[in-house]
Nanobody, 123 residues
């Protein structure tokens, strides 16, 4: 297991940018695939992006492809999500999550979750 703490959320106008961070504690962070999910009010939690343990592989939801970028720094035990060209429909609580093995977009495979950080995009 690994403990995760997200930060970097906030209020931004449409078209703006934010950078979310997820700080991890635990000696095995470098062996985990990491992902970002989000949950908007009244909606189910959905996959946003994932990155392999090495950072060499990434995968994005179609809704964010070309606008969001996931990255990681294993030396700092952190994963990041750069959000560009934000839209009001990106408003949600963003969560980072960790799992062993290969990256996936399936929420049920992730065993460690942060508490979330709120992103609000105004029109």
């Amino acid at each position: 297991q690994v403990q995760l703490v997200e930060s970097g959320g906030g209020l931004v106008q449409a078209g703006g940018s934010l950078r979310l961070s997820c700080a991890a504690s635990g000696r095995t962070f470098g062996s985990y695939a990491m992902a970002w999910f989000r949950q908007a009010p009244g909606k189910e939690r959905e996959f946003v992006a994932a990155i392999s343990w090495s950072g060499g592989g990434t995968y994005y939801a179609d809704s964010v492809k070309g606008r969001f970028t996931i990255s990681r720094d294993n030396a700092k035990q952190a994963v990041y999500l750069q959000l560009n060209s934000l839209k009001p429909e990106d408003t949600a609580v963003y969560y980072c999550a960790a799992k062993g093995g290969v990256l996936t977009d399936s929420m049920v495979n992730y065993h460690s979750w942060g508490q979330g950080t709120q992103v609000t995009v105004s029109s």
